[in-house]
Structures are given as structure tokens and as C-alpha cells.
């Protein structure tokens, strides 16, 4: 999944609707759930599920379960849940708490007393609801007005594990102490930064032993022909001959430049490495990048190195 860096949570229109019945003060009814049609004839209508789907939030609900799709394709899952349980184990807490404290041990007042808890929290939390589109700029200008965070890379989001609220949370239940989340922060800021220099120095080699060579060879191809038009007498433009040195030239300029800005930084602090990395390497990286996906629109298939994109993506 490629879900976005904020946080809500997708409930599907039944349970949102039931949802906005408790916080008004008790649900009474439900949205059916409806049928689907796949606009085959032969095929009977089929019971339509009340969550459905929507693959564009990070934390949905399907069927009968939440499923967190935040998880990075290289990573464990072993600290979100940590972190998920740590949270449930806390919110467990808190609503236990008061309703022992309201009630005073008279079950007659749980009922009461559960509907005021669940209304106060969902007031109060509701805002991470959303059954929309998680990818559209209207969603992010919306969260930022429900003061949802929106940490887009991982130097943004990592400082978060230093926060006084995270620490507290993590300490209180003898999960993980402040040493450790140090640690923790440390660690995979260490990973990231190593993770992004091997990455860096996989592009420089990439491009300077396969594209850079390809490009190369298309260039002399298109100078001996447009030589060979030249003895003959021939009208031609040099349109494309053009364009592949404009790009040969900024592949080589690019590729300079990210070689320069491996070279030259290395800090103690292993936040500011990483920032250095996130906001002055990756930029650069993907500078490389830019020309040589233009490249490839443009040399000869017989020359390209690599697998294009039409042959990854089974179209050729």
C-alpha cells in the first residue's frame, strides 16, 4: 500500500454513519448495506460490503478488522504494533478508569454514563475520520484544518519519538524507557541515512556505467548520420541530435553534482545528517533521475541497458 503521511482513519459510510448517531447522543438505526452491480447480465446482483473499500487511507476499516497500511515495504511490523498496542492499552485504561469512577460500582449508571464517555471522546477525536480520497490536495488542506499531522519524510516524522506525550505514553506502561526510545531514534536515523548513501552511490553508478554510455552511443549514431545526410546533400534537422547532448550534458552535470554532495558532509549529529541526506542528497538524486527517465524516452530501445518502463509495466 502507498497510503499518505496522515493519519485517519476510514470507517466506510455505515459505521461512519453510526458513528455520527453516538456522537449526537445514541445510535438508533443503520445504512443498509446495499448491493453491488458489475454490470454483467448473466451475474446476480451481490450483497455490496458496508466498509467497502478505499485503498488511499492508512488505517481502514474492511470487514471486521482495522488493517494500518503505513508499514514500509522494507520494514518490520513489529514496532507499529508495538506502538498500536501500547496506544489501545492506554485508551483501555483511560475509559476504565472513568467509567469506575462515574459509576461507583452501580452497573445501573453503565449505560449512561458509557453513552457520555463514547460522545466526549468522539468530540474530541473525530477529526481522524475520513472516508474520502487521501491522496487529494482537498483532504490535505482539510487535515491541516483539523490539526492532523502531515509528516511527509522520515526526518520529519522520527523526531516525534523525543516528544514529551510519546514518552510519557511508553514509560508509563514499562514498554520502552527514554533510554531506549533514544536508542530507538538513533538507530533508525542511522538506517536511514546509510539506506539513502547506498542509494546515492547506486544512482552515480548506474548512471555513469549504463545510461550514460547509452546515451553516448545514440549520440554518435545520430552525429555519423546526420554526416552522412550532410556529403549527400540531403535537407535534415539535427532536432534530436540537439536534445541528447542537451541531456548527455545535464546527466553529467547531475551526477556531478550528487557526487559532490556525498562527499562533502558528514556530521556527529546523526539528525542533521539525516536532514542533510532528506533535503540536499535525495533532491539531487532524483535530479539524476529526471534526465535519465527523459533519456529513455529518446535512445534507441536496442541501446537502453535497462528494463524501460513499458517493459515493467508488461506493455511492450
Known amino acids: 500500500e502507498a497510503p499518505p503521511a496522515i493519519i485517519s482513519i476510514f470507517l466506510g459510510?455505515?459505521?461512519?454513519?453510526?458513528f455520527q448517531q453516538i456522537k449526537a447522543g445514541g445510535a438508533n438505526s443503520s445504512i443498509p448495506k446495499g448491493t453491488l452491480t458489475v454490470g454483467v447480465d448473466v451475474l446476480p446482483p451481490l450483497p455490496k460490503d458496508a466498509g467497502d473499500r478505499n485503498r488511499t487511507s492508512p488505517f481502514a476499516f474492511t470487514g471486521n478488522r482495522f488493517?494500518?497500511?503505513?508499514?514500509?515495504?522494507?520494514q518490520s511490523i513489529a514496532g507499529p504494533l508495538v506502538a498500536m498496542n501500547t496506544i489501545v492499552a492506554d485508551s483501555l485504561e483511560y475509559c476504565a478508569t472513568?467509567?469506575?469512577e462515574a459509576t461507583g460500582g452501580d452497573l445501573s449508571k453503565l449505560h449512561g454514563e458509557l453513552q457520555k464517555l463514547l460522545t466526549e471522546i468522539m468530540n474530541e477525536h473525530g477529526a481522524i475520520i475520513f472516508n474520502g480520497d487521501g491522496y487529494s490536495e482537498e483532504w490535505h488542506a482539510e487535515a491541516a484544518k483539523r490539526g492532523l499531522l502531515n509528516l511527509k519524510t522520515t526526518v520529519d516524522a522520527l523526531p516525534i519519538l523525543q516528544t514529551e506525550e510519546v514518552k510519557e505514553?511508553?514509560?508509563?506502561?514499562s514498554v520502552l524507557s527514554e533510554r531506549e526510545l533514544q536508542s530507538r531514534l538513533e538507530t533508525y536515523l542511522e538506517q536511514y541515512c546509510m539506506s539513502i548513501k547506498v542509494e546515492s552511490n547506486l544512482t552515480i553508478k548506474m548512471a555513469k556505467t549504463m545510461i550514460f554510455p547509452a546515451a553516448i552511443r545514440y549520440q554518435s549514431e545520430l552525429v555519423t548520420n546526420c554526416a552522412n545526410l550532410r556529403i549527400l546533400d540531403y535537407e535534415f534537422d539535427t532536432n534530436t541530435l540537439d536534445r541528447v547532448t542537451q541531456l548527455v550534458k545535464a546527466l553529467q552535470d547531475s551526477i556531478a553534482e550528487l557526487e559532490t554532495a556525498g562527499a562533502e558532509h558528514g556530521s556527529e549529529d546523526l539528525l542533521a545528517e539525516a536532514n542533510y541526506y532528506?533535503?540536499?542528497?535525495?533532491p539531487l538524486m532524483n535530479k539524476?533521475?529526471?534526465?535519465?527517465d527523459?533519456?529513455?524516452g529518446i535512445v534507441a530501445d536496442d541501446l537502453w541497458p535497462l528494463p524501460t518502463y513499458q517493459e515493467m509495466l508488461f506493455i511492450k
Open 294 to 296: 527523459e533519456l529513455e
Open 67 to 74: 488493517e494500518f497500511r503505513a508499514v514500509g515495504a522494507n
Open 98 to 100: 472513568r467509567l469506575e
Open 13 to 18: 459510510d455505515q459505521l461512519t454513519d453510526v
Open 278 to 282: 532528506c533535503n540536499t542528497v535525495m
Open 169 to 173: 505514553l511508553f514509560t508509563k506502561y
Open 288 to 292: 539524476v533521475r529526471a534526465v535519465a
